[in-house]
């Protein structure tokens, strides 16, 4: 199973719509996915999910990739902790079609990985095989009343503290 989304379990090929196919049908130019994620990310090396490679190569492989401008919204999904998409949702890069860029402080920044608990994932279609996936929103943060390393992340910050 082409594994760079880290999506390919032991059962089959999890979409982000918790649909789950076959492992041969994850990269083979077909839909099989109700949401199409089984096409997603199919240009890139598929032996080593992109959450386990290092910073640098995951920004060589973004800025290397043709699905760097995609504009066609398939669809936005929201991923919470534990789920499957969850490695892949905390690391994607930030949405500037839609709700990740505006203004101040944390204008284009993505999530606070240590403090996020759901990501709205927005999925890109282009034409071609290609295709990209990326930050939208920060949904949910951990709770910002308790003591610790993300006490005050709220998502006005993007559960940055």
């Given at each position: ?12 090929f ?5 649909q789950?196919v076959?492992?041969e ?15 997603y990310q199919c240009?890139?090396?598929?032996s080593?999910?992109?959450?386990e490679r290092?910073?640098?190569?995951r ?10 401008f995609?504009a ?8 919470v902790?534990?789920d ?14 839609g ?5 101040g402080?944390y ?13 709205s994932?927005?999925f ?11 930050q ?11 003591i ?5 992340a709220?998502?006005?910050t993007?559960?940055?503290?």
């Amino acid at each position: 199973c082409h594994n760079s989304t880290g999506t390919c379990l032991k059962d089959g090929f999890h979409c982000a719509n918790k649909q789950v196919v076959p492992f041969e049908a994850r990269c083979n130019g077909v839909d099989d996915c109700l949401d199409g994620t089984d096409e997603y990310q199919c240009e890139m090396d598929g032996s080593m999910p992109l959450h386990e490679r290092s910073e640098e190569e995951r920004h060589a492989m973004e800025q290397g990739s043709s699905c760097g401008f995609c504009a066609c919204l398939a669809s936005v999904i929201s991923i919470v902790e534990n789920d499957p998409w969850w490695a892949a949702a905390k690391l994607a890069p930030t949405d500037t079609v839609g709700l990740m860029t505006g203004t101040g402080a944390y204008a284009g920044q993505p999530c606070a990985v240590k403090c996020i608990r759901r990501i709205s994932l927005a999925f890109y279609r282009k034409s071609g095989p290609c295709a990209a996936i990326r930050q939208r929103e920060c949904l949910e943060c951990m709770d910002p009343n308790v003591i610790g390393a993300c006490s005050g992340a709220t998502v006005s910050t993007r559960c940055y503290n």
